[in-house]
């Protein structure tokens, strides 16, 4: 049977790294409570010349080279942003156009924090339906342009970067040592858009509009939804918690990933964080943990890893890969 399986991984973060005891000079807030409330010591912020294509392009530079191929070896893009540098057409094309490709094809995907997982969930579905051989899936983002600079309780949480894999076509076993993409869940709930959204839009406003979150409420859901979708990617694949080496969640805030993890009863020392240093990237979020997780050699090859994410929409997500 045909896996997806992870052939690259690559990142890149914006030059401008923000600590927190800069927002003391733009709003009532204090590094003491960020860190205690999120976990969240600096975050990269993107400068005039860098945009979610800049980025994204970045990323999966690195992911190819990591796999020692080249563009000229990727059929498909499939870029996740909520921050694509315009309405259209989509920044995957952009990207398309940066990597110097002129075959294939590619598109954006918007499901918000849990972009990454809707895109590797897909990917995995156009290998396994012979629609693509080698698809490059980029999480890139540029949150700093839509955050409202004067809103303590929306300003602090978010950052800017980009993550990639390289998911190729290889014959698999059909059994759980297999390498590559052997389950993953996917859900969504408009009734609770209101929750976090951007207040504009092509359609509504003609603006681009500012993200607005009802943070506590968030919160109340998130580590329902998380385990949610995570009970059901170990029912289908025949695993227990126990089975898990890496659990890379998405990277929102640290009493969130805490909760979950200890309601999964996933031991902490499994748990990829870099919330600390990057802050909430939204899609970027997860592909930019499994980067920081093979650099500081944690995630090795052959490994079990727990992809998970939630998001604006709400969306939620998780994806189980053998490394
Ligand atoms: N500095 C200081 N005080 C602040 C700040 C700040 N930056 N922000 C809020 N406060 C204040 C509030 O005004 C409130 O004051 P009040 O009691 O006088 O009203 C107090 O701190 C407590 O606020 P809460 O919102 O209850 O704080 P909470 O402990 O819930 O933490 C936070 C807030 C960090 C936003 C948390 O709710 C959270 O992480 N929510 C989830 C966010 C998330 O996971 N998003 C993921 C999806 S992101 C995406 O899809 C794009």
Redesign the pocket.
Known sequence: MIRSVVRGIGSALPRRIMKNAE?ETL????DE??VQ??GIRQRHVASEDETTASLGEAAARRALESAGLTPDDVDLIILAT?TPNNTFPATAVEIQERLGMRHGYAFDMQA???GFVYAMTTADLYIRGGQAKRILVIGAET?SRILDWND???????GDGAGAVVLEAAEGEGTLDDRGILASSLRSDGTQRDK?YVDGGPSTTGTVGH?R?Q?????KH?VGMITDVIEDVFSKAGITADDIDWFVP?Q??K??IDASAKKLGIADEKVIITVDLHG?T?AASVPLALSAGVERGQIKKGDLVLLE???????WGAVLVRW
């Open positions: 927002f709003v009532d807030t204090s409570w960020i409330r999120t909520a918000v924090c849990s949150f303590r309780t929306t300003c602090v949480l978010f976090l993200l979150m943070g506590r409420e968030v919160f998130a998405h929102a805030n009493r969130i909430n939204s994410a939630m998001g604006g929409g709400f969306t």
